[in-house]
């Protein structure tokens, strides 16, 4: 809603629909300067670091996978390698793929539904996927379908495609069948089809022209492959680290209007400095040379520059790591053999250990302080998107600074789209997204 | 048990098949009504009638009830905006895919109404969740992937706190909603000899002011 007081104008959006969980963001624009840019959270902070202390170090994995509904895989795979950590356990590589494998599948569902249902209409000028479906149904159907296949392999690997209960530290309970993974062989190669279709739709997309300095961080795999599991963290500004000096190069910090911490690098003068951007863009950044052969040549196709600045196009670098999910999927399946245990022995000692996963929408840092009994006493989980907060706010305040011309309906879209560019998972942060802007 | 239910007759392959979808998160006060049905109704449906607990992610509810025949999917609704329906409240929504109107979005759904030509809502004001069930609702309406039935069953919520427990009047109404899916169920059941008429769209519970959802 639009109000005219005064000579200043308010320009309001009461729920800002298509992420996943709530929030809220305030604009002030004073004439024809952008004066501030205000994520505000208003739900109470996450329980989940103080619900794990006190409970046994065998419980993260399936607490921290209920944090959100689209990246639970995420969440169990880096507090699953913290633990593991935290007692001197390196799973064997049998189980290490087995995981990425399930984490596939996560890429696979997570990108299609932000391509499909959540980020494509605001590039047609649809107000939902609803609208996209009406006039191109065969469209959002394939987006669905390609979905469903991630979908189903997080289901296969995971044990059910909501909230996996497969995953324990030291692997998994049960390993599938070859049997039962031979099935997802034809709709991968179906989804690699249609994800690439994807990245050809998304390319024709009209993306509005703004170009950012990003400072990306993303993990760097020690097996030479694209990011997703695990890996040393590494930076476009020289940083390469492992996970375990994570505390060190990157600090949480409290603003008063959001109950999420917001995140920056350390060693910088001020909160106001520092800001980083995780997700698809820095790990195509950081790490495009490792993608598969197809996936490099489709990117030649569409022109895809090494490294994009452009947060709108995060859909098409969506696109592109999809096919890769998709791919990479099948090369686990192609050689899989059933490991001979499920998971190995982690006995608990006394300790700290750090993990850390790619989740679709960027670097999950997990930490846990567990005693000789196992039991948690100190519980830390940084959400990509908690980490993406501040440059979410830098990137809005580009954005409308360059389109103070349009009218405050476009320009209150346009804000939502550069806020979608995250595909933010506002749950995993924190909650409830509302956007209000101020024109005085 | 099943409570008497007919027994013989119905396989889980046939082509009316039935599913009960619980939505909703556990760890979210009142928005855990849906789980905590399905878990009353353990042991109480005939064995061919799919059970499942899921979240409101839409593509994942389109995948779970289509193509069967009947699809009950009980969910949290939002408190209403004048507090005028008190939390704990039972009300039934239903969608006939075959409906004349239909399957434009939400078109039969006996609740908060639209006014003919205006575009489909993403949400009917029935769900808790930013994308939830009324988002699969006109997705699915638009694509064609509605069940041939679709009733929903809503418990009006009064809390949604992370980490909080269900309030005592959402938590009273779980009997009254796992009857109120069972009876749904046995008026679907092919088992069942006459063609049950259609759930109705009000349903007061005992315990609760009887409520329009219109």
Redesign the interface.
């Known amino acids: 809603m639009t109000h005219v007081v005064s000579g200043a104008r308010t320009l309001s959006v009461e729920v800002l629909s298509r992420v996943e969980g709530e929030g809220g963001m305030r604009v002030i624009v004073d004439g024809d300067v952008v004066r501030d840019v205000e994520l505000r959270i208003f739900e109470p902070p996450r329980f989940f670091e103080a619900m794990l202390r006190g409970r046994s170090y065998t419980e993260p994995p399936d607490i921290t996978a209920r944090i959100c509904g689209i990246c639970p895989v995420a969440y169990q795979i880096s507090s699953v390698q913290a633990i593991e950590d935290a007692c001197g356990v390196a799973v064997p590589d049998d189980i290490r793929a087995l995981r990425r494998l399930l984490f596939c599948g996560e890429w696979i569902e997570s990108h299609g539904l932000h391509i499909y249902l959540l980020h494509a209409p605001d590039f047609l000028g649809y107000p939902s996927a609803i609208h996209l479906a009406s006039q191109d149904r065969e469209i959002v159907q394939r987006g669905l379908d390609m979905k469903k296949v991630g979908n189903d392999l997080v289901d296969v690997v995971g044990g059910r495609a909501i909230h996996p209960i497969n995953v324990r530290i030291g692997g998994f309970h049960r390993v599938p069948r070859l049997s039962e993974l031979a099935g997802m062989v034809a709709p991968l190669r179906r989804a690699a089809d249609q994800a690439e279709e994807t990245a050809r739709w998304v390319n024709g997309f009209s993306f509005p022209e703004v170009e950012r300095d990003y400072e990306f961080v993303a993990l760097s795999d020690p097996d030479g492959r694209y990011p997703i599991d695990t890996g040393r963290v590494v930076s476009s500004t020289g940083v390469d680290v492992p996970v375990q000096e994570f505390p060190e190069h990157f600090v949480e910090y409290h603003v008063a209007r959001s109950t999420a911490l917001h995140s920056r690098l350390a060693g910088v003068a001020s909160d106001s400095d520092g800001h980083y951007h995780v997700g698809p863009l820095a790990r195509w950044a950081l790490n495009r040379d490792r993608l598969s052969p197809r996936c490099l040549a489709l990117a030649d196709e569409l022109g895809v520059p090494a490294v994009v600045r452009n947060p709108f196009r995060s859909v098409l670098v969506r696109a592109i790591e999809t096919l890769y999910a998709c791919e990479e999927a099948l090369r686990i399946l192609e050689s899989y053999a059933e490991p001979a245990e499920p998971a190995v022995p982690v006995p608990a000692r006394a300790g700290a250990g750090h993990g850390v996963s790619e989740a679709p929408r960027g670097l999950l840092y997990h930490r846990y302080r567990i005693d000789g009994e196992g039991t948690i006493t100190d519980a830390v989980i940084t959400p990509p998107t908690a980490q993406n907060l501040p440059t979410i706010e830098d990137d809005l305040r580009a954005v409308i600074q360059a389109n103070l011309t349009l009218d405050d309906e476009a320009l209150t879209l346009l804000s939502e789209h550069a806020i979608r560019n995250y595909d933010p998972c506002i749950s995993c942060s924190t909650h409830f997204l509302r956007l209000t802007m101020d024109r005085r | 048990m099943t409570g008497g239910w007919p027994t013989g007759g119905a396989s889980a392959a046939a082509p009316w098949g039935i599913a009960v979808l619980g939505v909703g ?1 556990p ?1 979210r006060g009142d928005d855990g009504v849906g789980p905590a049905v399905v878990a009353a109704l353990a042991g109480r449906l005939p064995a061919d009638v799919a059970l499942a ?3 409101a ?4 509810l ?2 779970a009830w289509f193509p069967a025949g009947l699809v009950l999917v009980v969910d949290a609704a939002a408190p209403s905006p004048d507090g005028g329906v008190p939390s704990g409240t039972v009300c039934i929504l239903e969608i006939d895919a075959a409906d004349p109107a239909g399957p434009r ?1 939400g078109s039969a759904v006996a609740g908060p109404q639209r006014s003919p030509g205006s ?2 809502l ?1 949400e009917l004001a029935v769900s808790s969740h ?2 939830g069930v009324g ?1 699969a609702v ?2 699915a309406g ?3 992937r509605l069940p041939r039935r679709l009733v929903i069953v809503a418990v009006t919520g009064a809390t949604f ?3 909080a427990p269900m309030s005592e009047s959402v938590r009273a109404a779980v009997p009254l909603a796992a009857d109120t899916v069972i009876a749904a169920v046995r008026r679907g059941h092919p088992t069942t000899t006459a063609r049950p008429p259609p759930v109705s769209p009000v349903m007061p519970g005992a315990a609760v002011a009887p409520f329009q959802c219109s």
């Open positions: 998160n760890d607990v899921l979240d992610e839409p593509s994942r389109m995948d979005p575009p489909p993403p930013g994308s988002t006109a997705l638009v694509l064609g706190d992370l980490g």
